[in-house]
C-alpha cells in the first residue's frame, strides 16, 4: 500500500485553539443538488471534514493521490464531507464539474465567515475527523499507525 507512506499530509489534522472545545461547531452547507443541510444533521455518524476550495492546487492534488484511501473511509461507513469555501458557488460547480471526481458528499459552505472563524481556515487544505457525537477525534500519535483501525474504532463506538 503505496499511498500510506504519505498519508500524514492527508490526515495532518488541525486543532481548534481553544482546548475545552471539543463539539465541532455547527455550519450550513448547500448540497450539489441546491438541498440545504448542517453538519449537525451528520450526528450519529463518523464524519471526515475536509475544507478546500477549487483555486487550492494542493486541495485537488490530495483529492486524487488519496482517492484509493478515500474510497476505503467511505466504503467502511465514513462520511467524507467535502466543503468548499470558494466564494462563488459556481466556482465550485465548475470544479466539480471539470477537474477531479471527489468522492463523498460534496458541498458549499453557505456562512463563509462563519467557517472561517469557527474552523479558524486561514489555510487549507484542512481537515478534521468528528466521532458520531460530533465532537472532534484526532488519529493515533504512535507509529506505523493503521489509521483505517483508529476510524474503524470511531464506528463501533
Known sequence: MVFLKYIFVLFSITAITSPDVAKAPDFEFVLEDGTTKKLSDYQGEVVYLSFWASWCGPCISN???YHEVRTKLESMGVVLLNVSIDKQ???WRKSLDKNIV???VNVHGSDL???H???QLSSIPLYEILNKKGEFVYLSETYPRDIFADFQKWLDE
Do not use: P, R, V
Open 89 to 91: 458557488k459556481e466556482n
Open 63 to 65: 483529492y486524487k493521490k
Open 102 to 104: 471527489i468522492n463523498g
Open 117 to 119: 472563524t469557527q474552523y
Open 113 to 115: 465567515d462563519l467557517m
